[in-house]
């Protein structure tokens, strides 16, 4: 329940959509409001994301994507309610009670997602010197990175006696620097074949993809919430966080994460460069390598236990997606050679 102050602000908020509250009940950002007129949900986003999120809602909305939890209009027409230097927006409270089994709500999550990216897909000119600019400085980082695990390994292998973390390190290196060199190796093919360019898909992408804000009306259909931090970019921008945050987790063969990415294809197939990119950045090692960098920095004065066990998460990250990306690259690999198939036969 909320402090007479806070109820009264929110009876202010809620007079401009013509609803009286009856009770109120916080939930961090968002407010359960019990009105005369049903129950919603208020929320609250800061004005600077306001303007990108209204606008790619908006453009879904045209498009006919109507798998967003509606946002209701106040009674002048605007989608948000500017006060106390916030932003405010109204929607439905959805009970969320679908029991379906967890892989079917992954699939249908994808599926979900593929449909979104597919009605807002849009092609927009790059000019080749910013391709060469970001192939030219992510490669530069990554060298950088290379140099400094290389160079820490070999430091740690000169002494008569490592600390814990150093021995775990020297035991995992080849593994990172194998990650390191498939990932090194996709985003050069992918600069290869996309160097003559001067186009590149986008897509409205949700920005804080998870099964938290994929919910279910009394229908059971599933519709997207927290769209705040939607942005128009490439797809994997929606993917990779999504399946590497499946990764972070006990040592694991998520044949179920491929599943759910083959799925979003069999709606929204990525071209072949897109897939290679998408397959670099999947394989990086970049989370094993930061751990390194803030073991060597000794920031914020952690225990050798804290680094050692850090450490050990990241390369059990690391194998669960290598598991990923070796499953895809086969995948790939089986695709090409069919294709080629058909195309001698034919």
């Known amino acids: 329940m909320e402090d007479k102050q806070e109820f009264n602000d929110t009876e202010v908020i809620l007079h401009q959509y013509s609803l009286h509250a009856r009770y109120v009940e916080n939930f961090g950002k968002v407010k359960k409001v019990y009105s005369d007129k049903g129950i919603f949900a208020l ?24 798998r967003i939890v509606p946002i209701y209009p106040a009674t002048d027409g605007r989608y948000a309610v500017l006060h106390g230097g916030h932003l405010y927006y109204l929607m439905p409270w959805l009970l969320n009670e679908d029991t379906g089994e967890r892989d079917e709500r992954h699939m249908q999550l994808f599926r979900e997602l593929a449909r979104m990216h597919t009605l807002s897909m849009k092609e927009r000119p ?70 003559e360019d001067e186009k590149v898909r986008t897509v409205i992408t949700h920005g804080k993809l998870s099964m938290q804000h994929f919910i279910y009306d009394d229908r059971g259909y599933g519709h997207f919430i927290n769209f705040e931090d939607s942005k128009t970019v490439p797809p994997h921008f929606d993917l990779l966080p999504f399946l ?39 394989a990086y090692p970049g989370s094993s390598i930061q751990t390194v960098r803030n073991y060597f920095e000794k920031k914020g004065g952690k225990s050798e236990l804290y680094y050692v066990s850090q450490l050990q998460r990241q390369y059990w990250l690391l194998k669960n997606t290598e598991y990923m990306v070796m499953k895809i690259e086969e995948i790939e690999q089986q695709k090409k050679a069919a294709a080629g198939q058909e195309q001698s036969q034919s």
């Not at 006696?161 to 060199?181: E, G, H, K, R, V």
């Not at 063969?253 to 397959?279: A, G, H, I």
Request: net charge neutral; proline share 3%.
């Open 43 to 66: 929320k609250v986003i800061s004005p600077q994301k306001g303007m990108d999120f209204f606008r790619n809602i908006q453009f879904l909305y045209q498009r006919g994507y109507n």
């Open 126 to 195: 790059v000019k080749k010197e910013e391709r060469e600019e970001h192939y030219e400085e992510t490669i530069k980082q990554w060298k950088e990175q290379r140099e400094f695990i290389e160079e820490f390994a070999g430091e740690s292998e000169k002494k008569w006696y490592m600390s814990p973390f150093q021995l775990l390190l020297c035991m995992y290196y080849t593994d990172i620097t194998q990650a390191l060199n498939y990932a090194e190796k996709k985003l050069e093919e992918w600069f290869k074949k996309t160097k």
């Open 244 to 282: 590497v945050r499946s990764a972070r987790t006990y040592p694991t063969r998520c044949d179920d994460c491929v599943s759910w990415l083959y799925n979003y294809l069999k709606y929204f197939p990525l071209k072949d460069e897109e897939m290679l990119l998408f397959q670099s950045y999947l």
